[in-house]
């Protein structure tokens, strides 16, 4: 068992920046492959952006691609998404998740094992 914990979202205008931080326990956090997810209001969760295990390995949606980075220091069993350039279209609960399946990270949601609860990213015009 995996218990996730994202922490810095909050309110931020546009062309504003935030890093989100997710803190794991539980389990040897480098045996998981992350990810970032989102959901906004009305709209189904959609793929943000992994990260494979040892942290060589990085995807990101077309949306957040050049914008958005991920990272994450195994050695203090978190995972980060710096979040750069946000519009209002960024808005929305963003998810991280950890999957013991996969070595690197995948933007199919059913293929992470564990959530967090979620963090608010609200971003103003």
């Known amino acids: 068992q995996v218990q996730l914990v994202e922490s810095g979202g909050g309110l931020?205008?546009?062309g504003g920046s935030l890093?989100?931080?997710?803190?794991?326990?539980?389990?040897?956090?480098?045996n998981y492959a992350?990810?970032?997810f989102r959901q906004a209001p009305g709209k189904e969760r959609e793929f943000v952006a992994a990260i494979s295990r040892s942290g060589g390995i990085t995807s990101y949606a077309d949306s957040v691609k050049g914008r958005f980075?991920?990272?994450?220091?195994?050695a203090k069993n978190t995972v980060y998404l710096q979040m750069n350039s946000l519009k209002p279209e960024d808005t929305?609960?963003?998810y991280c998740a950890a999957s013991y399946r996969l070595v690197v990270g995948s933007s199919r949601d059913y293929e992470y094992?564990?959530?967090g609860q979620g963090t608010q990213v609200?971003?103003?015009s």
């Open 34 to 36: 992350m990810g970032w």
């Open 12 to 14: 931020v205008q546009a």
């Open 92 to 94: 929305a609960v963003y």
């Open 122 to 124: 609200t971003v103003s």
């Open 19 to 30: 890093r989100l931080s997710c803190a794991a326990s539980g389990r040897t956090f480098s």
């Open 69 to 74: 980075t991920i990272s994450r220091t195994n």
């Open 113 to 115: 094992d564990y959530w």
